[in-house]
């Protein structure tokens, strides 16, 4: 098993990482206090640079590397993390090469992709995921947002709750993929369907808009539905299978959430070695310290520790696809999952770490510290997949449904 990183990764990463240091890392905070605010510059030189094509064939206007779309999308999703630590403009990135280029080349229709796919590649639109409703977002079982057949349409009623990019989608144009049921009977082995978007000009769509404790450049609300018609070339997949797309689709999805939040991590680490380095205390360093100097050490092992897991990762979901048979779902689920529950929670401790090193600097929001904190904890709350849902994947595809409760 290979996944190093190719001359070619390590040039992206270059790219990728000097326009965010001259262009994104100044803006960072106007970007935290200007709700639903992500410069439009911003979006095009990333697109520029082949950050939102990373995941989309060239046919379609994109810059894929083939067999290699996941490990560019974590690449990418790492180095503007780093410099843009409110999580705003990460998120908007990995939602769009995640759910948008990574997973509608694979499910969409024709018609669809190629309608959908060179707006994405652009920068010209914005993607993401429909799924978690009022009542929760983990249970995705026990979804309520219905769909009769009408014909050829799908008659969409229901409420989605605490989605991102609702603003994004209706104003720059874009769209969501959207989780429905489609015969309550069959569960979820056949009863639920995907759907490429839900147009927002349809009639009978109601959004809402919340105000969050982070990612404020990046609106969050959802939609409610009555009778909204979606024509059926929007279905992803096969009809009835929708469950089981989605979760091939979460794997890609929460690859790209732990790419974020160990890019900032990894930041804020670096931020925190540099200041105990010249903050003097009692005539030293405080770095020399080794209740601080040996705490940086743990963090910067788990660190590099979690990289590691999720370049594998991002290499299995490649090869996955690239090389059908050579890596099972249920493999790729066991290391995403481990990834998932395991770098919210590092990052944070870290993040909170790096605000104790900093002591009453810290807490100010000159130091920025505090964006990584509140961004971070949407992950931590259960964004993507709660940490207990992760541990319950973990322990089912490697020790088998007899260890899980009934």
């Known amino acids: 098993m290979e996944f190093g990183v190719s001359d070619e990764q390590k040039a992206f990463r270059r790219t990728v990482r000097e326009y965010c240091q001259k262009y994104v890392a100044p803006r960072s905070r106007e970007i935290d206090e200007k709700e639903a605010g992500i410069p439009e510059d911003l979006i095009k030189g990333l697109a520029d640079i082949g950050v939102f094509g990373c995941t989309i064939p060239e046919k379609y206007g994109g810059s894929e590397p083939p067999g290699e779309a996941m490990q560019y999308a974590n690449i990418a999703t790492h180095e503007i993390a780093r410099t843009e630590l409110s999580m705003s ?14 997973f509608l080349k694979y499910f969409a229709k024709e018609e669809v992709k190629e309608t959908v796919l060179p707006k994405l590649a652009s920068g010209e639109w914005f993607w993401g995921i429909n799924v978690t409703e009022p009542q929760g977002g983990s249970d995705v079982a026990a979804n309520k947002t219905v769909a009769t057949r009408k014909g050829n349409k799908l008659v969409i009623n229901g409420e989605k709750a605490y989605i991102s990019g609702v603003t994004e989608s209706r104003t720059r144009g ?9 015969d309550r009977s069959k569960g979820i082995k056949g009863g639920m369907t995907m759907l490429a978007l839900i147009p927002n000009e349809l009639n009978g769509i109601s959004p809402t808009l919340y105000k969050e404790m982070g990612r404020m450049g990046l609106s969050s609300g959802g939609f409610a539905y009555s009778d909204t018609e979606v024509p059926d070339k929007y279905i992803l997949g096969e009809e009835g299978r929708g469950f089981y797309h989605c979760m091939e ?6 690859a790209l959430v732990v790419s974020a939040c160990l890019g900032a991590a990894e930041k804020c680490l670096e931020m925190s070695a540099d200041y105990v380095k010249q903050r003097t205390a009692f005539g030293r360093p405080i770095g020399q310290n080794q209740g601080i100097s040996f705490q940086i050490a743990e963090d910067y092992t788990r660190l590099e520790m979690l990289k590691l897991l999720l370049q594998k990762g ?11 048979g050579s890596i099972t779902r249920q493999e790729i689920n066991v290391v ?7 770098a919210p929670h590092l990052a944070t401790e ?11 600097f810290g807490y100010t929001r000159e130091c920025g510290l505090e ?3 509140r961004g971070l904890m949407s992950y931590v709350a259960g964004a993507e997949g709660a940490t207990n849902i992760m541990k319950i994947i973990v322990v089912r595809d ?5 260890m899980l409760a009934t």
């Open 89 to 102: 403009l990460p998120v908007y990135t990995l939602l769009t090469i995640g759910w948008g280029g990574q």
């Open 174 to 182: 874009g769209g969501h993929c959207t989780l429905v049921v489609t």
């Open 249 to 254: 689709g979460f794997n890609a999805a929460r």
């Open 314 to 324: 991002c290499w299995m979901i490649d090869q996955y696809y690239s090389h059908p």
């Open 336 to 342: 995403i999952s481990q990834c998932k529950w395991l």
């Open 350 to 360: 870290i993040v909170h770490h790096a605000i104790m090193w900093h002591g009453a």
């Open 371 to 373: 964006m990584a904190l």
């Open 398 to 402: 490697v020790f088998g449904k007899e």
